[in-house]
């Protein structure tokens, strides 16, 4: 073990365990097999049904009359296509996202990718560090781990050399290294990990909603379609005929295109986001995050930029050695976080003291230090942590902090042996850091203020200091900023009362932040959490939904769902519009689809009732289908939308699909008894009914395309004149068998049409008499959107 901690692996030895296949190779969780994806879109329920139909139809009809068999290679390849799209860009963008693993080989330390780490490596850790394999440490320097991911407990694990190291748990304090004693699957999380990264689009309000309907009309087929067909056989017509009728009634009740523009529109919403260099890990991800109402933000690293700059050292005392001390703790780690930085950009040199104890900085203490040998104790921090309420020292800190400077406070400790008790603590100088406000932090604040999404600011630093920064950027509330030490933390209703009324926390812990979200939750709010440190992961986890910059240490990045790979705040706008397209255009398309499967459902029942031929044939089914549902829902679900998500999506769509179907098969319906009642044939009566469903089923489209912008008018109004196209070319009426009557039939027929179209839209009215909410103020204004061009 010795000899592993000087040099770690030689190449050889590397090589042997790659070529015995003891690598650390796991799945990773962006995206499923290409075979996974042509399965998922081919072998599907309704293409099995739709497929079994066609042959029928094949068998016993008119080739014309299984058009509809082509559904089937448009779902499949279209989705095939997209899916494969969305996983190029996820399978880039997690290789990028992936936090390289510090190992010593051959006795010098380097950078490798996870999947290359081979059972017996010596790992290094630092802060920040996640667990990928399990193994033994080796060396402990301070290192505190946390495992809450593993057991649920939120406190850190001190960890000695000889204790075991989990995956699945990260570093937050302390260095240290351990050799990989178990790679691979047979890591402890590797099956949790597996599972968790499982390629899905379900657990979802959207994707369970879609899934209800599909179970809610396949258990309607069922019956409806048995009485349809014995309708249409106990007519004593052929059993061609008798088939044909049966499999349109079928056909028109499956929403197939449904499924499809679903998956379609999360595929486009992750290929977009990509462009944008913003990684979601789970797709579901974009439609949460068009549901948040509450956004709590960490100051550090997303308000303000990661980097900080010494701004004035103020020493309390001439007889300290004040800068010396400086420059000792600075340069006391090989590895400093970004404060330690900031002051050994000032103080690059050590001025050679030995550490005899070392303090690891931690979020839960707020400071670090270091006994050294002939020079005492030192500890640099958190003034209000360090120092004692209404000393000079502590009101001069909190007079700059109010400021919205960063301020820290250098005292000398009696001893540091034991971390709870640091014995006297003298103040020596005062530290005032320079934080870098993002310049596009108050342009994004304000767009989320005008989506009426509040923010909350909870920050580990002092209130005072982060007050001042958020009253800067104009947040509501910003100038009162509380102190997360005195807040309760065993009263989940006191907390979340204190929660709703109150917009910027200082001093919050690790725990704390975890416990605001649950808070926050508890009121009913669907809640984003954004962060980069590694005391942001179990808020992060515990959130609605979690985004982390791409610069943030790994933990961060492996449990958030969706991370902004350029660090750019501005960014969660763009996620923001995506959630909200998607959420909009599916419910718009659901509308239609709906909408076709009730009036077909209803005229299913009309017939199989009355013993009449089913009012259309497969073709006739097949061009309505196309016009008025298929090709404009395709350009819908990928459109740019301004509305806000809401709960009730299945309720929404039903209110508003189960009487519009019903109004329009009533319309076809009589259209077709009033043409059979005369001396129509046939193919007359039902090409009334077909002029009639027509326009009934693209007034439909007309009120579901609101609001009107050129290209939906330009889509509504081509679709109609496709359909008078086919009406008037004779090579396209004979193809989709329509037999014009006189002139008096064909206006009958119209005219039931746009009455249908005047109830319609009354039911329209009714359905959504509780407006969907527009976005206020312009995603335009925060950053330019390549989204609000049509497809992907």
């Given at each position: 073990?010795?000899?592993?901690?000087?040099?770690?692996?030689?190449?050889?030895?590397?090589?042997?365990?790659?070529?015995?296949?003891?690598?650390?190779?796991?799945?990773?969780?962006?995206?499923?097999?290409?075979?996974?994806?042509?399965?998922?879109?081919?072998?599907?329920?309704?293409?099995?049904?739709?497929?079994?139909?066609?042959?029928?139809?094949?068998?016993?009809?008119?080739?014309?009359?299984?058009?509809?068999?082509?559904?089937?290679?448009?779902?499949?390849?279209?989705?095939?296509?997209?899916?494969?799209?969305?996983?190029?860009?996820?399978?880039?963008?997690?290789?990028?996202?992936?936090?390289?693993?510090?190992?010593?080989?051959?006795?010098?330390?380097?950078?490798?990718?996870?999947?290359?780490?081979?059972?017996?490596?010596?790992?290094?850790?630092?802060?920040?560090?996640?667990?990928?394999?399990?193994?033994?440490?080796?060396?402990?320097?301070?290192?505190?781990?946390?495992?809450?991911?593993?057991?649920?407990?939120?406190?850190?694990?001190?960890?000695?050399?000889?204790?075991?190291?989990?995956?699945?748990?990260?570093?937050?304090?302390?260095?240290?290294?351990?050799?990989?004693?178990?790679?691979?699957?047979?890591?402890?999380?590797?099956?949790?990990?597996?599972?968790?990264?499982?390629?899905?689009?379900?657990?979802?309000?959207?994707?369970?909603?879609?899934?209800?309907?599909?179970?809610?009309?396949?258990?309607?087929?069922?019956?409806?379609?048995?009485?349809?067909?014995?309708?249409?056989?106990?007519?004593?017509?052929?059993?061609?005929?008798?088939?044909?009728?049966?499999?349109?009634?079928?056909?028109?009740?499956?929403?197939?295109?449904?499924?499809?523009?679903?998956?379609?529109?999360?595929?486009?919403?992750?290929?977009?986001?990509?462009?944008?260099?913003?990684?979601?890990?789970?797709?579901?991800?974009?439609?949460?995050?068009?549901?948040?109402?509450?956004?709590?933000?960490?100051?550090?690293?997303?308000?303000?930029?990661?980097?900080?700059?010494?701004?004035?050292?103020?020493?309390?005392?001439?007889?300290?050695?004040?800068?010396?001390?400086?420059?000792?703790?600075?340069?006391?780690?090989?590895?400093?976080?970004?404060?330690?930085?900031?002051?050994?950009?000032?103080?690059?040199?050590?001025?050679?003291?030995?550490?005899?104890?070392?303090?690891?900085?931690?979020?839960?203490?707020?400071?670090?230090?270091?006994?050294?040998?002939?020079?005492?104790?030192?500890?640099?921090?958190?003034?209000?942590?360090?120092?004692?309420?209404?000393?000079?020292?502590?009101?001069?800190?909190?007079?700059?902090?109010?400021?919205?400077?960063?301020?820290?406070?250098?005292?000398?400790?009696?001893?540091?042996?034991?971390?709870?008790?640091?014995?006297?603590?003298?103040?020596?100088?005062?530290?005032?850091?320079?934080?870098?406000?993002?310049?596009?932090?108050?342009?994004?604040?304000?767009?989320?203020?005008?989506?009426?999404?509040?923010?909350?600011?909870?920050?580990?630093?002092?209130?005072?200091?982060?007050?001042?920064?958020?009253?800067?950027?104009?947040?509501?509330g910003g100038e009162r900023a509380v102190d997360a030490r005195t807040l309760p933390e065993d009263d989940l209703e006191k907390l979340a009362e204190i929660m709703e009324t109150?917009?910027?926390?200082?001093?919050?812990?690790?725990?704390?932040?975890?416990?605001?979200?649950?808070?926050?939750?508890?009121?009913?709010?669907?809640?984003?959490?954004?962060?980069?440190?590694?005391?942001?992961?179990?808020?992060?986890?515990?959130?609605?939904?979690?985004?982390?910059?791409?610069?943030?240490?790994?933990?961060?990045?492996?449990?958030?769902?969706?991370?902004?790979?350029?660090?750019?705040?501005?960014?969660?706008?763009?996620?923001?519009?995506?959630?909200?397209?998607?959420?909009?255009?599916?419910?718009?398309?659901?509308?239609?689809?709906?909408?076709?499967?009730?009036?077909?459902?209803?005229?299913?029942?009309?017939?199989?009732?009355?013993?009449?031929?089913?009012?259309?044939?497969?073709?006739?089914?097949?061009?309505?289908?196309?016009?008025?549902?298929?090709?404009?829902?395709?350009?819908?679900?990928?459109?740019?939308?301004?509305?806000?998500?809401?709960?009730?999506?299945?309720?929404?769509?039903?209110?508003?699909?189960?009487?519009?179907?019903?109004?329009?098969?009533?319309?076809?319906?009589?259209?077709?008894?009033?043409?059979?009642?005369?001396?129509?044939?046939?193919?007359?009566?039902?090409?009334?009914?077909?002029?009639?469903?027509?326009?009934?089923?693209?007034?439909?489209?007309?009120?579901?395309?609101?609001?009107?912008?050129?290209?939906?008018?330009?889509?509504?109004?081509?679709?109609?004149?496709?359909?008078?196209?086919?009406?008037?070319?004779?090579?396209?009426?004979?193809?989709?068998?329509?037999?014009?009557?006189?002139?008096?039939?064909?206006?009958?027929?119209?005219?039931?049409?746009?009455?249908?179209?005047?109830?319609?839209?009354?039911?329209?009215?009714?359905?959504?008499?509780?407006?969907?909410?527009?976005?206020?103020?312009?995603?335009?204004?925060?950053?330019?959107?390549?989204?609000?061009?049509?497809g992907a």
């Open positions: 073990m010795e000899q592993v901690a000087n040099r770690g692996l030689t190449s050889a030895e590397v090589a042997e365990r790659v070529a015995a296949g003891q690598v650390n190779d796991v799945r990773r969780r962006s995206s499923r097999s290409v075979s996974a994806i042509v399965r998922a879109n081919v072998l599907t329920l309704f293409n099995g049904v739709i497929g079994a139909l066609w042959v029928l139809i094949m068998i016993f009809g008119e080739w014309q009359d299984g058009l509809f068999g082509l559904v089937i290679v448009a779902n499949a390849g279209i989705g095939i296509v997209q899916e494969l799209r969305a996983k190029r860009t996820l399978d880039r963008l997690a290789i990028v996202n992936e936090s390289p693993v510090r190992v010593r080989r051959d006795g010098s330390d380097t950078e490798i990718p996870p999947r290359r780490v081979v059972l017996g490596d010596l790992v290094l850790l630092s802060p920040g560090d996640q667990l990928l394999v399990d193994g033994e440490v080796v060396d402990a320097d301070g290192l505190e781990v946390d495992e809450s991911l593993l057991t649920g407990e939120a406190d850190p694990v001190y960890k000695r050399p000889g204790d075991e190291a989990l995956s699945g748990s990260f570093a937050i304090a302390g260095r240290g290294s351990y050799v990989a004693t178990r790679v691979g699957r047979d890591a402890y999380a590797a099956r949790l990990a597996e599972e968790a990264s499982a390629f899905s689009l379900s657990h979802s309000e959207l994707r369970e909603g879609v899934t209800r309907f599909i179970k809610y009309v396949t258990w309607l087929v069922i019956p409806i379609g048995a009485l349809l067909t014995w309708s249409q056989v106990s007519r004593q017509t052929s059993v061609g005929e008798a088939v044909t009728g049966t499999v349109a009634g079928i056909v028109t009740m499956i929403p197939e295109g449904l499924v499809l523009m679903t998956s379609i529109a999360f595929a486009v919403g992750v290929i977009r986001l990509g462009r944008r260099r913003c990684l979601v890990q789970e797709l579901p991800a974009i439609e949460i995050l068009a549901r948040v109402d509450t956004l709590c933000l960490d100051k550090t690293g997303t308000l303000t930029s990661g980097g900080m700059e010494l701004d004035e050292v103020r020493p309390l005392h001439d007889d300290l050695p004040v800068h010396e001390a400086l420059a000792a703790l600075a340069n006391l780690d090989p590895d400093p976080n970004p404060t330690a930085r900031a002051v050994q950009a000032r103080y690059p040199d050590s001025p050679g003291w030995t550490a005899t104890t070392k303090v690891p900085f931690s979020s839960a203490r707020k400071w670090s230090g270091a006994e050294f040998a002939d020079h005492g104790g030192w500890v640099l921090g958190a003034p209000d942590v360090l120092l004692p309420p209404g000393s000079p020292a502590y009101d001069e800190a909190g007079a700059l902090a109010a400021t919205g400077l960063r301020v820290l406070a250098l005292c000398g400790v009696t001893s540091l042996r034991d971390p709870d008790d640091l014995g006297t603590v003298e103040a020596a100088a005062v530290i005032v850091l320079r934080q870098r406000i993002r310049p596009d932090a108050a342009e994004t604040l304000a767009y989320f203020a005008g989506q009426h999404v509040t923010v909350k600011v909870i920050s580990g630093d002092n209130p005072e200091s982060v007050s001042a920064i958020a009253t800067s950027l104009g947040i509501p109150n917009t910027v926390f200082g001093r919050v812990s690790p725990h704390q932040k975890r416990l605001f979200v649950g808070a926050l939750q508890s009121r009913g709010h669907t809640v984003a959490m954004t962060g980069d440190g590694v005391n942001d992961v179990l808020a992060l986890k515990d959130a609605d939904l979690g985004v982390a910059m791409g610069s943030g240490s790994g933990a961060t990045r492996a449990v958030a769902q969706i991370v902004l790979m350029d660090d750019g705040f501005a960014g969660l706008p763009s996620v923001v519009g995506e959630g909200r397209r998607v959420l909009a255009n599916i419910e718009r398309v659901a509308g239609l689809f709906l909408t076709k499967t009730f009036y077909a459902i209803v005229l299913s029942l009309l017939t199989g009732v009355i013993g009449l031929a089913f009012p259309f044939a497969p073709r006739h089914s097949t061009l309505i289908n196309a016009l008025t549902i298929g090709v404009p829902a395709f350009f819908l679900a990928l459109a740019p939308s301004n509305e806000r998500a809401r709960s009730g999506f299945v309720p929404r769509v039903l209110r508003l699909a189960v009487p519009a179907g019903i109004v329009c098969a009533t319309a076809v319906y009589l259209s077709y008894w009033i043409a059979q009642s005369g001396s129509s044939t046939l193919g007359e009566s039902r090409t009334s009914a077909v002029i009639t469903l027509f326009v009934a089923a693209w007034w439909v489209l007309v009120l579901v395309a609101r609001p009107y912008v050129w290209w939906r008018v330009a889509l509504v109004a081509s679709m109609a004149g496709l359909f008078a196209l086919a009406l008037a070319v004779p090579f396209a009426r004979e193809f989709f068998a329509l037999t014009l009557g006189g002139p008096a039939a064909g206006l009958t027929a119209a005219g039931l049409g746009v009455a249908a179209g005047v109830v319609l839209t009354g039911v329209f009215m009714i359905a959504r008499s509780r407006p969907t909410e527009p976005i206020q103020g312009d995603i335009q204004s925060v950053r330019d959107r390549p989204a609000d061009t049509l």
